[in-house]
């Protein structure tokens, strides 16, 4: 009896392997679309040619190599002493990791000069190479984009002229990569308690000693270090830090005053070496004004991982819908394929609907980036990025998590499989996105401390509203969005109003105010795509789905004639 004839759902399995995309950019029509809205057809169409080809170098030569470290566990290993004891402080990594490595930084999505990405193909690239989750990789490339903007924003021309061909170089084996160290043991999220101190170097002029232990130190074999450190007679909290870039070395092999202590062995993003680390004297350089290192790291390190983390999750997403509704199409249960159960192809509905939302508004979020980086943003622009790089990136990571969590539910037992699919990975992976460059509530209190201190929300609203205006009429959809939008507003400006006179614990419901608000944002941003490509695709019917799930007061799909049509119509071909 051949194998088929006696595992006929085998078969079934190694089609749906066999089905898997060979190029990440082809397989997501979408991703063209939105940058159509965003950046711009002309835009989109000189960028498309890279962004082709690297969605076809994840998907052939970084995925198969994440998976071999993730197979056999083939993780960072920490190696403090070389072969005649002398202390090297190196990180190893199995051969795989640099194969991904080589095709990630060809790309040029961190390049400079005539080569360098817009923030609008820099949130492609990102997105694509995320459909493998971190991979090791996704997080070196953020805090690298984040020292390149520090450092060409606030770093002096002798810091520039250093570190920038390194960290611009294309060629992974030559490269400078950075990291971003700010956590400490007694701090976390409060950076204000950072007790990491810096003293003036007697023999460099403008250079410092930093010493001091951090906590959660990701990319520790980074071969350039962005931390704070509290100056000499600085005054406590966050206005006393200041922000540093060590090198990881001064003569190519010694460590520069530091000593790793331990690798962290963490729930996911496992290929990436995270440490703790302390810093005994090492030599650093200011990144802009000494007593301006907390704007430093917020406004250029921990701002650009907030957008770029949005970006990772949503390929996370992106990748688990394509897994799910794949695997839903070829598998059989019941004498029928799993994608013909209607409670299976309303979940799948769901998850394509949250993936589509969050490329939108983070898209719409790399457009503001835009602005900023060519001088033409106004206030509005401003406060709606300084709003936006916060709300953004609680919502997307929360969908991520739970986008990955139904897709391994689609696939049943096998989802929690490690090696019969990449969802246990992307899972894990994006329940670190979640924590990353600060938790839920840390976001949430920083927007309504800005909205208690300033008109952000004010601008915020301008500016979503200049959205609805450009989306013209959809049906019902945008008066919806624009009565939701006027009353979740109003409950912020109420919350941040009690937080001003009476301090945040007066407003204990801002968070889910806040996410609801982020839902007509997300919304809005989605009509101005509907407007933009007509009602020819899926994207309609996958905006009025996202507008009854997370926008509508009260609705309910069960009294809704329309629903069945709107899940049909956001799958189109995709589940069969």
Request: aromatic share 8%; with cysteine.
């Amino acid at each position: 009896m051949t194998e088929s004839a006696e595992q006929p759902g085998r078969c079934d399995l190694v089609a749906w392997w066999d089905a898997r995309p060979a190029n990440y950019y082809d397989a997501s029509p979408n991703l063209a679309r939105v940058l159509d809205r965003w950046a711009g057809g002309a835009a989109r169409e000189k960028v498309e040619p890279s962004l082709r080809e690297f969605g076809a170098a994840v998907a052939t030569v970084v995925e198969p190599a994440v998976v071999v470290l993730e197979a056999h566990r083939e993780l960072p290993a920490h190696v403090p002493f070389d072969g005649v004891g002398r202390r090297v402080e190196r990180i190893e990594f199995h051969p795989a990791y640099e194969t991904a490595g080589r095709a990630i930084w060809a790309s040029g999505m961190l390049a400079g000069s005539g080569d360098r990405p817009s923030p609008f193909e820099l949130t492609a690239l990102f997105y694509l190479l995320s459909h493998c989750g971190e991979g090791g990789h996704a997080c070196p490339v953020v805090c690298t984009a984040g020292a390149i903007r520090a450092l060409e924003h606030r770093g002096a021309t002798e810091l520039q002229e250093r570190f920038l061909p390194g960290l611009h170089d294309r060629d992974y084996g030559s490269c400078l990569r950075a990291s971003q160290f700010l956590t400490e043991v007694q701090g976390g999220s409060d950076v204000g308690a950072n007790a990491a101190r810096a003293v003036p170097d007697a023999g460099t002029p403008g250079a410092w000693r930093v010493s001091g232990e951090k906590w959660f130190c990701s990319v520790a074999d980074a071969d350039l270090f962005v931390v704070t450190a509290r100056p000499e007679g600085a005054t406590t909290g966050t206005r006393g830090l200041g922000c540093f870039a060590i090198p990881r070395t001064l003569d190519g092999s010694t460590p520069n005053g530091f000593r790793i202590r331990r690798l962290k062995d963490k729930l996911g993003t496992r290929a990436l070496a995270s440490a703790e680390i302390d810093f005994e004297d090492a030599l650093g350089w200011p990144v802009g004004p000494i007593d301006q290192g907390f704007h430093v790291a917020v406004e250029e390190l921990l701002n650009t991982s907030r957008w770029l983390n949005a970006v990772g999750s949503t390929g996370i997403m992106r990748r688990a819908y394509l897994e799910a509704s794949s695997f839903a199409r070829h598998r059989q249960a019941f004498g029928r394929p799993v994608a013909s159960f209607p409670l299976v192809r309303e979940q799948l509905a769901r998850m394509k609907a949250e993936e589509y939302a969050a490329l939108s508004s983070t898209m719409a979020l790399a457009g503001l980036v835009a602005r900023i980086d060519d001088g033409t943003a106004d206030e509005t622009i401003a406060g709606a990025y300084r709003f936006l790089v916060n709300a953004n990136k609680y919502v997307t990571s929360v969908c991520a998590t739970d986008v990955a969590r139904q897709g391994i539910e689609v696939l049943g037992g096998n989802g929690t499989i490690e090696d019969f699919s990449p969802l246990p990975r992307l899972y894990r992976d994006a329940m670190v996105y979640e924590s990353w460059e600060g938790t839920h509530n840390v976001l949430a209190a920083q927007v309504l401390r800005d909205c208690a201190r300033s008109d952000i929300l004010d601008r915020t609203m301008a500016w979503v509203r200049a959205q609805l205006e450009h989306a013209g009429t959809f049906g019902p959809d945008t008066a919806t969005v624009e009565a939701a939008l006027g009353a979740t507003a109003s409950r912020l400006w109420s919350s941040a109003e009690a937080a001003g006179s009476a301090g945040p614990d007066a407003a204990p419901h801002f968070r889910r105010q806040l996410e609801a608000f982020v839902r007509c944002v997300q919304a809005a941003c989605l009509l101005t795509e509907v407007a933009a490509e007509g009602a020819g695709t899926d994207k309609a019917p996958a905006t009025a789905l996202f507008v009854r799930l997370h926008v509508s007061p009260g609705h309910e799909p069960a009294d809704d004639l329309e629903w069945a049509g709107l899940v049909e119509g956001t799958l189109g071909g995709d589940a069969g």
